[in-house]
């Protein structure tokens, strides 16, 4: 089965925010795009799943400093947030 990654607009602005504050971060996203279609639990992700009024969600790291939510259904991972741990907790 092939998943897709979903975005919206909100998701791509903050994205763009970040990428233009660090250009490396365009790079990181793409090698995440690549891991997360194969497998969304890739260790390297550190794919988590939250708790809380968030517990529909997952979180994985882009970075050390940098992290992405998104929801997960049968065949499409669709990105929520991006930015630092209390950006997008």
Do not use: Q, W
Not at 5 to 13: L, R
Not at 29 to 38: A, W
Not at 41 to 63: E, V
Not at 69 to 79: A, G, H, N, P, V
């Amino acid at each position: 089965m092939m998943m897709t990654i979903k975005t919206d607009n909100p998701f791509i602005k903050k994205a763009n925010k970040h990428f233009k504050k660090d250009p490396a971060l365009k790079k990181a996203y793409f090698e995440f795009s690549t891991k997360i279609l194969k497998n969304p639990f890739d260790p390297s992700l550190k794919t988590h799943k939250l708790s809380g009024n968030l517990k529909d969600r997952y979180a994985c790291s882009l970075t050390e400093k940098v992290r992405i939510t998104f929801e997960l259904s049968d065949d499409t991972i669709c990105l929520l947030n991006i930015g630092s741990h209390d950006e997008v907790y």
